[in-house]
């Protein structure tokens, strides 16, 4: 029969075929850490996206303006992170943090737009 160990402090187990844990101290400090991994990634990404959408919202106070690449950057832009896409019927391709949307033009330009538009068709 296999050896199983404690997923937390590594104690050989004991118990039952699906014993993972030697103790519920170990059970709870496990699965405390792993949350609090999982809650630390969520927050970094969500701190990227609002920062983003914030950005947008800076740069786009009248809900539809043109900039360059260049300004979005030195505000901070982090282009890796949106929270969905969107491409219209003649294949133009909208990225968007929440109600915040870009479309990459060519010659490292970009419209910024609000999401009202895209509902809108
Ligand atoms: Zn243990």
Do not use: W
């Amino acid at each position: 029969m296999e050896k199983r160990y404690c997923l937390e402090c590594g104690e050989l187990l004991h118990g039952r075929a699906d014993q993972k844990f030697c103790s519920d101290v170990c059970r709870t400090a496990y699965h405390n850490k792993l949350h609090a991994e999982e809650n630390s990634v969520i927050r970094h990404v969500n701190s990227i996206l609002r920062k983003n959408r914030n950005i947008l919202e800076k740069l786009n106070p009248n809900g539809k303006t043109k900039v360059t690449k260049e300004k979005l950057i030195r505000e901070g832009f982090n282009f890796s992170y949106f929270t969905n896409i969107y491409t219209t019927k003649t294949g133009s391709t909208y990225y968007y943090c929440y109600d915040q949307g870009y479309l990459p033009l060519e010659e490292d330009k970009y419209i910024l737009v609000r999401k009202k538009e895209y509902i809108d068709g």
